[in-house]
């Protein structure tokens, strides 16, 4: 279960989406968000699975190992639905014992679920398709106007990137150190919720161990070559736009236009 987690993992392949500059990709995936929970009816939500569909072809990553990470938050998804599904007043269409089930409640746990589904999804798609070294520079270029305000942009990007890049190493490290319990006796599979959550608190110890003695590794070895931040560091492949990257701007130009024109008429 955890080795499909997918959150933070970059996915190497050649595909358009592989070669835009990282700039673009967040600029997308922020209209993506602001669209996804925008959408509030059939026709929008096809508009945006669609689009969600042809990028994913683009990028060259497999579905299915986009749609692994979502495994790990079944339980999530299904909280989130029940929750929507039984606790939103409106007009009763089912009702049985104290429970109860409204049209603006099914509607609501249809939409939520959507969301969510297609939000880590679509947000995966720039983790896959970026590098964490490319993501730092895309924030901190994008955001470099805050600088002006006393920001400290670049400081802010390369602690984003660090635990985009820590996600799948303390996975994996939680993964050994279950395995290595599990051979002791520890078992992690039965029992209801309750056992397991309680099963797992073993776990956290040695966990945080480990992500403490990373991160001590990790400044000591940023401290030995004199990192000191952000200020007079030059980029030994600075970002620029090309050709491609203006067409893919204008496809999300025609993308946002299309949706609030849709939005507007329906």
């Known amino acids: ?58 990028s060259h990553v497999p579905f299915s190992f986009m749609v692994k990470g979502l495994k790990a938050i079944v339980v999530l998804l299904i909280i989130a639905g029940l929750f929507n599904l039984f606790l939103t007043p409106g007009k009763t269409l089912v009702s049985f014992w104290i429970l109860s089930i409204s049209d603006v409640g099914l509607k609501n746990a249809v939409l939520m679920t959507s969301r969510m589904i297609l939000l880590i999804v679509g947000t995966s798609i720039m983790t896959l398709t970026t590098t964490p070294n490319q993501l730092t520079d895309g924030l901190e270029k994008s955001l470099g106007f805050m600088k002006k305000f ?44 309750i056992t397991k959550a309680k099963n797992m608190v073993p776990l956290l110890v040695p966990l945080f161990v480990s992500a403490f003695r990373r991160a001590n590794d990790l400044s000591l070895a940023m401290e030995a070559r004199c990192y000191n931040g952000g200020e007079g560091r030059t980029k030994m492949h600075p970002l620029k736009y090309n050709s491609l990257d203006q067409r893919a701007y204008i496809c999300v130009a025609l993308y946002i236009i299309l949706f609030f024109a849709v939005k507007v008429i329906l």
């Not at 942009?153 to 279950?178: C, G, N, Q, Y």
């Open 1 to 58: 279960m955890l080795r499909e987690i997918t959150l933070g993992q970059y996915y190497p392949a050649e595909s358009v989406l592989h070669s835009l500059d990282p700039r673009v990709k967040l600029f997308s995936t922020l209209i993506f968000i602001i669209t996804l929970f925008s959408a509030d009816n059939a026709v929008l939500f096809a508009i945006v699975l669609l689009s969600m569909i042809g990028i994913i072809r683009l």
């Open 150 to 193: 006393n920001v400290p942009v670049h400081e802010i990007s390369m602690m984003m990137s660090i635990a985009l890049r820590f996600i799948p190493i303390l996975i994996e490290e939680t993964d050994k150190i279950m395995k290595a319990q599990m051979a002791r006796g520890a078992d992690f599979e039965s029992g209801g919720l």
